[in-house]
Each structure stands twice: as structure tokens, then as C-alpha cells.
């Protein structure tokens, strides 16, 4: 047996040469890397080296390109050059050498390394990073909303704002009702709605009343969920949503948060949102002129849409929804109050007069706070003192979280 013979060192792969050829760049296996003067050894990119002593200066040899372990890892492939193949994986891009041992073309999804190449194809369709289910009618209808309730909604359960009310209705309601005759006079067809105003006053809700009494399909996205959770598929997704809202005899489609699905198109936005934007206004354009399904979109920043959704045929009219004035507040909360049980008479007047600046949705969690209290003590009924409470208790919330008065305005 002959005697073996151990030399310790650092394992290192060139990473480049300096123009003039005298200074080389390497890394290390930990990820680490440095640089040292060659003098005649002539390293070129890409050789494996083995760093002896803690002065690269002092020794270094050339190893076996098999020594240096080649993690192999599963991409698509994006560029094949004859040099050179780009591979999109984990997110980024990854350059390595164009081999001629495995066949593969642009879309494959292969596996390679940085050294070898691709190895192998493993399908010549590109992977999806994510764990997407395959959008059927089943995922479809997920976004299909109402018609569960015992009671449809209707503009009375609506409070407040009937300056807004009748002028969605004259948008809305009216052309999805009576589409054929407009149609035949020769008006064009109401694609968009956008709906603007600061949150809690009662976007979404006018959304579902109007689809309720127009007898409409009602699908309502949430901006959020449709990115988070449909990453990869989204527009995908919207197309369906499209399709299906087409073959109802009328139809709304809701965009809630809509600002988080189309906002500006800039060098800064992501790739999936400008997939999603361009996707979206491929839709409107590709209406139908019949009219049978309008596009809702409700938002509080619409200074953040990308302008191509302002354009005609597109979400081109515009309801804004102000905080609700003093009649207006008076108004919701003698509406919300005949859904309890309540121990009349209330004091709504004075309520109203001391919310200036409160939304709907701050209002009705008034009876909220009433509830618990008359629950707290027994009660099946709301009295003065619960609904007097509850306004103190949502007055306090407000105060933490730090809400300003708010100066009301009219609908525009």
C-alpha cells in the first residue's frame, strides 16, 4: 500500500480575469471571493483552483474541473445562444454555457448547473413557481356573489347620499335593464363605472343593491386577494371572470380596491401588475356593444389608476361618494335601526349632529357597540343609554386611531 499524500488548501473557481490578464477574480465555496496577480500561469473563467497558504499570491494549481461541485438546480430556459443559455430560475436569471450533449429549446424547463450547462429537460413546457389549482367554473363562481340572502337588498337598506344613489342607478341599473332599447337608438354602451370616495361610505353596498334590483350576476374581486393568492394565474383568471359574466343576461363585474390591481404602468411597477393592467383594458376593449355587463370599480386613491382605464369605453364616468352630511347621517341611522330590536324613541337628531366627518361604516358600528352593551346587561332590546354608549364607545376608537374631523361635502 503506498503511503497517501494530503495537501490542504481552498477550493476556489475563477470568476473572471482582468483586461490586461494579470489580475484573476475567484470565489470560494462559503461564497466568498478575492482576487490575486498571476504571473504566466494564464487562469482563464471558469477553471477550478486550488488556493494553498493564506496568500493566493504564494501558490496556486489548477484541479479538476470535477472538483468543484456543481449544485444543479431546475429552470426555464429564456435565451439560447450558441455561446450561451439564459435560465430564468428562482426568480433571476442564471448564464451558462451553451452545451451540445442535451437538446433543449427556449420554454423548456430543464435542469443545469453553472459549470455543465443543462443536463437534463425535464419538461418542454415552462414550470410555474406556484401552486396554482387550474381555473375551472368552480373557481369562477368563488367570485359569483348574493342571491344567498332571505331578504334581497334594496335601496332602502341603503342610507344617505340620494344624489349618488339616483345617478349610479341612471348609469348602471338603467342600461343594464334596458340595453336593447338604448342600443337601438344608438347610444354607446356604458362599459365603467368608477366609484371614488374615502372608505366605509358604502361603495361596495350600492354595488350589490344595484346588482340585486337589475336581477344581475354579481362578481365581485377584491384587488388583494386576485395578487396574492392567484399570483401567476391572474389574468388568466379575469379572462374567465369575463367570459362568464358574458353569457348572463346581465351582469356586473365589482372591482374592489381597484387601485391595487391597475395602478400606473411605470418602470417601478412589477411585471405581474402590468400584465394585469394591459390584460384588464384588453377586456373592456373587447366588449360586446350589447351592454349586458358594466364594470364596477370602487377606489379611495384614484389619483394612483393607470390613466389608460380613465380613457372612453373604459372606466371613463366617475361617481364620487362623499362622507355623508348631517340629513344623510340621520337617514342611516334611522335605516339601520329598523333591522334591531330597539326601544323607541331614539335619539337620532342628536347623534347626527355630532358625527360630522363619520362614514356609514363608523355609523353602523354605533349599534354595534349598543348591541354588546344590551346583551351585557340581559337585554333583548337597544335603549337610549346602549345607543348613547355605543356612540361613545366608536367616538373613543375613532379618537385613537387618530381620525380628524372631516369638513362633508355633496355628491359630485
Known amino acids: 500500500m503506498t503511503e497517501a499524500t494530503t495537501t ?8 473572471g480575469v482582468s ?18 496577480d498571476q504571473d504566466g500561469d494564464d487562469f482563464s473563467t471558469g477553471e477550478v483552483i486550488m488556493i494553498l497558504g493564506e496568500d493566493p499570491s504564494q501558490r496556486v494549481e489548477r484541479v479538476d474541473a470535477n472538483a468543484w461541485p456543481d449544485d444543479s ?9 450558441d455561446d450561451v443559455t439564459v435560465i430564468e430560475a428562482s426568480g433571476r ?3 451558462v454555457p451553451t452545451g451540445a450533449d442535451v437538446p433543449y429549446e427556449v420554454g423548456n424547463t430543464v435542469e443545469a448547473g453553472e459549470v455543465q450547462g443543462v443536463v437534463r429537460v425535464l419538461s418542454e413546457e415552462p414550470i410555474k413557481y406556484t401552486d396554482l389549482p387550474a381555473i375551472d367554473e368552480e373557481v369562477v363562481n368563488r367570485f359569483r356573489t348574493g342571491g344567498s ?3 334581497p337588498l334594496t335601496f332602502d337598506d341603503f342610507g344617505g347620499l340620494s344624489s349618488v344613489v339616483k345617478r349610479a342607478r341612471e348609469l348602471i341599473e338603467l342600461p343594464l335593464r334596458r340595453h336593447e332599447e338604448l342600443a337601438r337608438i344608438g347610444a354607446r354602451a356604458i362599459k365603467g363605472v368608477l366609484f371614488t370616495g374615502p372608505p366605509g361610505t358604502g361603495k361596495t353596498m350600492l354595488a350589490r343593491i344595484i346588482a340585486a334590483q337589475a336581477d344581475a350576476a354579481f ?110 347621517r340621520l337617514d342611516i341611522l ?79
Open 19 to 36: 483586461g490586461d490578464g494579470h489580475r484573476v477574480y475567484f470565489e470560494l465555496r462559503n461564497g466568498n471571493s478575492g482576487w490575486f
Open 149 to 151: 340572502s332571505d331578504r
Open 219 to 328: 362578481f365581485e374581486i377584491s384587488g388583494p386577494e386576485i395578487f396574492s393568492k392567484w399570483y401567476g394565474q391572474s389574468e388568466e383568471l379575469l379572462r374567465r371572470i369575463f367570459d362568464a359574466a358574458a353569457e348572463d343576461e346581465r351582469a356586473i363585474i365589482f372591482f374592489d380596491e381597484i387601485d391595487s390591481v391597475a395602478a400606473h404602468r411605470d418602470d417601478d411597477a412589477h411585471e405581474a401588475s402590468r400584465r394585469v393592467v394591459a390584460q384588464l383594458l384588453t377586456l373592456m376593449d373587447g366588449f360586446d356593444s350589447t351592454g349586458n355587463v358594466v364594470v364596477i370599480a370602487a377606489t379611495n386613491r384614484p389619483q394612483d389608476l393607470d390613466v389608460a382605464l380613465r380613457r372612453p369605453g373604459r372606466l371613463d364616468w366617475e361617481i364620487r361618494f362623499p362622507l355623508p352630511s348631517v340629513e344623510d
Open 334 to 412: 334611522i335605516k339601520t335601526a329598523r333591522k334591531l330590536q330597539t326601544l323607541d324613541p331614539l335619539p337620532h337628531k342628536l347623534v347626527a349632529a355630532r358625527t360630522d366627518g363619520w362614514s356609514s361604516a363608523e355609523l353602523a358600528a354605533i349599534w354595534t357597540e349598543a348591541s354588546l352593551l344590551a346583551v351585557a346587561d340581559n337585554r333583548s332590546d337597544i335603549f337610549i343609554e346602549d345607543y348613547i354608549g355605543g356612540f361613545e364607545r366608536v367616538e373613543r376608537q375613532r379618537k385613537r386611531i387618530g381620525h380628524m374631523p372631516t369638513k362633508t361635502g355633496s355628491a359630485a
Open 93 to 95: 436569471y442564471r448564464k
Open 73 to 81: 438546480w431546475v429552470g426555464v430556459v429564456k435565451i439560447k445562444l
Open 8 to 15: 490542504i488548501g481552498k477550493l476556489a473557481r475563477v470568476t
